[in-house]
């Protein structure tokens, strides 16, 4: 008995976690991504390759966007690493593929993941970059876990 109620207030869970959620496409580079609950969006960058979204309390930024690669994945991934360490962020974590790879780093009280995958037609890329606050993260974790569940081309 205790298993079947167990098992019945797990499958009214699930959907009740997933409420809330929103996608975005982005038709330029043809990649999407699911948006948490509370994230509103800041508008969709000038040129069409992204867009931001803002969710209140402590303040916790997603930023999506795709580019096209100007040599290799791996290179893009190595240079916007980079970048974020010219920022003084530390990196935490690192996981590259030829295919995706992600990252977190910490600067301060303030955590950033960043996520970036190679599209379908090996010339382009889709990436998202959450910053949040430390005190925010184990409330974060499931979040970020299905952001980068969620990032894909749409081919």
């Not at 795709?66 to 920022?87: H, I, K, N």
Request: proline content about 4%.
């Amino acid at each position: 008995m205790r298993i079947l109620l167990a098992l019945l207030l797990t499958l009214f869970a699930v959907p009740a976690f997933a409420q809330g959620w929103e996608h975005y496409d982005n038709g330029r580079f043809g990649y999407g991504v699911d948006i948490p609950p509370g994230f509103a969006g800041q508008g969709e960058s000038d040129n069409g390759d992204g867009a931001t979204f803002a969710a209140g309390g402590n303040p916790t930024y997603l930023t999506v966007w795709g580019g096209g690669l100007m040599g290799s994945f791996e290179d893009e991934v190595a240079q916007r690493m980079r970048w974020s360490e010219a920022e003084a962020w530390n990196t935490t974590y690192q996981a590259t593929t030829p295919r995706w790879a992600s990252w977190s780093a910490i600067k301060g009280f303030r955590i950033l993941y960043q996520r970036m995958v190679l599209l379908c037609d090996g010339t382009s890329y889709a990436a998202f970059r959450m910053d949040y606050s430390v005190t925010d993260a184990s409330d974060m974790a499931p979040v970020v876990e299905r952001l980068v569940r969620s990032l894909r081309g749409n081919c």
